[in-house]
């Protein structure tokens, strides 16, 4: 198992407290940059900050990088490896003791996850957009992805060009379901420019050099979260979110058309120390980016608060 991570903070000398952040589907470890930085509420001077790069995101082990199981044949993995891994890196670094874990989307998953696989490791979970038991609303919209991205390795398969294959998952997946109408619609207020808008976010996407298996793999763990699967809690996943024993800040916006707010309100409900945000803004899914100034500038101040008391 190969593990990729970014190391802010860590000088060699001074023994700070360490904050695990966990990279979402289809993302890196820069995947919460907005948070990290002098000022903002991963100040690596006050921090050490281990970004982690998930199982099957082409960095981590993963059927695009794998020299003995690459493509195919990769075996299938669970949230729950990717969290397992992540403790093996720890060990390996000699770290037992976590400030915090902090993610969004699939990371505020995998936040959930360590609460439960490993009580009290983390003293503080962040987790934005979270769902503590993937909806069937996800799990079409992954279903529908990945319909997009077979069809496309088929056509590429029969001649197409490679980047063929993202044509019609980007639609989805980077517009239909991490934005909300609102926000598309003030963003393109031209509706004659969607198609100009969907040309340049393919070449975008297409530029980051994501593999379309790694991100099908992922989205089969995504599919199969459930933290009530996970330690001794029999498939019950409010019990399971009723044992998070630590401080917990959840938050999500009042609309998110892939991870729903419900779940997130679920997760709040059932957690007894949680801290409920809500992430003002209508960029959906995409609520916790960089992409909303004005919200990363409230996540940065409700996150470093939480942190700090």
Not at 187 to 193: C, N, Q
Not at 232 to 238: A, F, I, K, L, V
Not at 295 to 306: K, Q, V
Request: charged content about 15%.
């Amino acid at each position: 198992m190969r593990i990729s991570y970014a190391d802010h903070g860590h000088d060699g000398v001074a023994q700070k407290p360490v904050v695990l952040v966990l990279s979402a589907i289809g993302s890196t470890h820069h995947r919460l940059d907005f948070l990290i930085g002098p000022g903002r509420a991963l100040d690596p001077r006050s921090f050490r900050i281990l970004a982690v790069d998930a199982i099957g995101n082409g960095l981590t082990s993963s059927p695009s990088n794998s020299p003995g199981q690459s493509g195919r044949i990769f075996p299938r993995f669970g949230i729950d490896d990717m969290v397992h891994s992540q403790h093996a890196l720890l060990a390996q670094l000699g770290i037992r003791q976590l400030h915090a874990v902090v993610g969004a989307s699939m990371g505020g998953m995998q936040a959930l996850a360590w609460a439960v696989l490993y009580p009290g490791f983390a003293r503080r979970v962040v987790a934005l957009t979270p769902m503590a038991k993937t909806t069937p609303w996800a799990r079409l919209i992954n279903l529908m992805a990945r319909a997009h991205l077979e069809a496309g390795l088929a056509r590429v398969e029969r001649g197409a060009p490679p980047h063929d294959v993202w044509t019609d998952w980007v639609p989805l997946m980077q517009a239909a379901s991490m934005r909300t109408p609102s926000q598309f619609d003030c963003e393109i207020a031209d509706s004659g420019h969607v198609e100009t808008w969907l040309a340049a976010q393919t070449r975008a996407w297409i530029a980051q050099g994501f593999d379309p298996l790694d991100w099908i793999w992922q989205s089969y763990a995504y599919d199969a979260f459930d933290v009530g699967l996970l330690a001794d809690h029999g498939g019950d996943t409010d019990k399971a979110l009723a044992s998070i024993c630590v401080p917990t800040l959840v938050g999500a916006p009042p609309l998110d058309l892939y991870n729903p707010v419900e779940a997130a309100h679920r997760v709040a409900c059932h957690v007894a120390n949680c801290r409920w945000v809500d992430i003002q803004s209508n960029y959906g899914h995409l609520a916790a980016s960089a992409l909303d100034p004005n919200a990363a500038l409230a996540l940065n101040g409700e996150i470093s608060n939480f942190l700090a008391n």
